[in-house]
């Protein structure tokens, strides 16, 4: 019996200011339909407004779409978790299939799907 195509997910992310990082993952055709409605929204993500949590009210512009680690969320600046971006599902996503640098990515730059045509090496294992 043949065995279904493997599909892989590729996530690619900036964690520092033009450092790109890719992720490549397997995925399942039921993951990838649960997980549209996400990707979905990450791709229509607007810029939006957060005042900082010190004394000072100052307004802030956040531009990051996947606001993680200490280079990606800035809750003193008012920025947003990805939960909050998101919803919960966002959490598995990342856990699962985005690619971090030291805990750190600000954004995800393309999200895409690639098919593997033929497998070259397999243990079985």
Do not use: C
């Not at 200011?17 to 929204?41: N, Q």
């Not at 009210?57 to 200490?70: A, I, L, S, Y």
């Amino acid at each position: 019996m043949a065995k279904k195509p493997i599909m892989m997910l590729v996530v690619e992310g900036d964690h520092n200011d033009a450092d790109y990082i890719v992720s490549v993952s397997p995925i399942t055709e039921k993951d990838l339909k649960r997980f549209t409605p996400l990707i979905a929204a990450i791709r229509k993500f607007k810029p939006y407004k957060g005042k900082s949590q010190g004394g000072s009210g100052m307004e802030f512009t956040h531009d990051h779409n996947w606001p993680v680690g200490d280079y990606g969320y800035r809750g003193d600046l008012g920025s947003k978790t990805i939960t909050e971006l998101y919803g919960e599902l966002a959490e598995e996503f990342d856990q699962d299939y985005v690619p971090h640098e030291d805990g750190n990515i600000h954004t995800i730059n393309k999200i895409s799907v690639m098919g593997v045509k033929r497998v070259l090496f397999d243990t079985g294992r």
